[in-house]
């Protein structure tokens, strides 16, 4: 059991290991970059990777910091509850390859407002899609931020707030770095790295806990419990018992379900997610990419679930709570335990590497739908010369990264899991009803879209600003002395979906104006079939 102290590890093991990882993935990105950049190199890497280096990639995307230190550390904190992340996170992930992802991939060319205008007006319909993927990156680019600070505290053993946020400004101009040298190519490459890292990182762990328990993982479960229930070093929590967070309350059963909402449809509307598959060739790679992802990042869900438990038992959830970076400590915390501060270093850098990676392609979707959906489809009208379109996306990743530090400085100290499953929430609600309608109802129109997009983003964001989980309790983002929350649930997508899906619905049946037919079937086709798949769509 770790004592409770205010530093961990080695620090300059630490930032050794860090300094290595990233000149070698710079190097790597530098590498695979040298030749001139064409636009499509850029947004989908010129969509030439393989469907097993596509599996890689998306499972680095998926895998990001709130699946390894969130979820480790909801699990080690809540046991049962804290194994909802993991369920949901890899259920969202099914639906998502089932539902959208491939017919998205084969109706579109860069960005999802491709898909979501293709049989729409285009102005308004990218407008929407722009907007909704600029605030969505945003959250999600503040979780990852948060875990950046939390994350290099425990490392360096940095207590102090400024410090903290001079390590985030750090990971924000690393980010920018990552997408002005190498675009979505060299993003993907460092993604199939950290893929790799991870996986076989959070295996190591699994097994060295699994076998220090005698691979019974029925009694590292009630191992875990003894510990968690043991006043000396756990809360004296339940960890096998069920609806021990979210069961006080009537309202708090309702904040179960709707983030049960939000984790499994929001993967299903991430931008940086859905934009992966337009990096493969052909439909058959799509698919293929879709089965390594599945299995990987099956694995390593499951895997969460031994780290969680390992956590609770060996490092104890007092000594979590009080480390930097509270919950998002465990896995690092069980690092140290298991091998000692070497091992603990190269844990805690693959835990940051995802950190950068995920912010990096995260700015690359951003900068990509704005330079492609705002500056040449509704500003230049489409007539935009290809590469002041991309030095466009590249001057707004750089803005993006000024605005996900100050961000991040703000949510600094958060859950990080929490924190995703809000992103998710908005994506759930601006996104996931408009592409369903758009690809599967051939009545949806412009007025649908643009309604559906709109009221799911404006309602779950400002059910967010106006719920406890910005203000009015002790696990706030602001604190319990700031207090403006009137909404009683702590994640809005319960509200905010089904408002969405609504709006999406009134809009047609309301308009006097009926969707192309004619689009609509040519869609179908594409979509079902993959022919056509990468064409200029400009109707």
Known sequence: MIALQTTYGNPMINIAVFAVFVAATLGIVIAVTRQKAKASDFYTGGAAFSGRQNGLAIT?????????????????????????YSVGFFVAWIVALFLVAEPLRNT??????????????????????????????????????????????LLLGVSDRTMQSLVIALVGALMVVYVLIGGMKGTTWVQMIKAVLLVGGAAIMAVLVLWGSGFNLSGLLHSAQSAALDPAVGSGRDLLRPMQQYGASDFTKLSFLSLSIALVAGPSGLPHVLMRFYTVPTAKEARR????????????????LVLGMGAAQLVGQKAILAA???????????????????????????????????????????????AHDVYNSILKDGQADPEQEVRVARITSVVIGVLAIVGGIVANGQNIAFLISLAFAVAASANLPSILYTMYWRRFNTRGSVWSIYTGLVSSVL????????????????GQAVNFAWFPLTNPALVSVPLAFLAGWIGPVTSPVRGDAELAAEMEVRSMTGAGAGEAIAH
């Open 60 to 84: 680095g995307d998926y895998l990001s910091a709130a699946a390894f230190l969130g979820v480790t550390g909801a699990i080690a904190l809540y046991g049962y509850d804290g194994l909802l």
């Open 108 to 153: 579109g060319k860069y960005t999802m407002a491709d898909v979501l205008s293709f049989r729409m007006n285009q102005k308004p319909v990218r407008t929407a899609a722009a907007t909704s993927t600029l605030v969505i990156s945003f959250v999600y680019l503040l979780a990852q931020m948060a875990g950046a600070g939390g994350l290099v505290a």
């Open 289 to 304: 990419s879709a089965v390594w992802a599945i299995g990987l990042v099956g694995a390593f869900f499951l895997i969460t």
């Open 324 to 370: 930097p970076g509270a919950a998002n400590s465990a896995a690092p915390l069980l690092a140290l335990h298991l091998g000692g501060e070497v091992f603990m270093g190269v844990i805690s850098v693959v835990a940051f590497a995802t950190i950068l990676t995920v912010v990096a392609v995260s700015s690359n979707t951003t900068s990509a739908s704005f």
């Open 463 to 478: 059910l967010i600003v106006f719920s406890p989980a910005i203000s009015g309790s002790k696990t706030s983002m602001l």
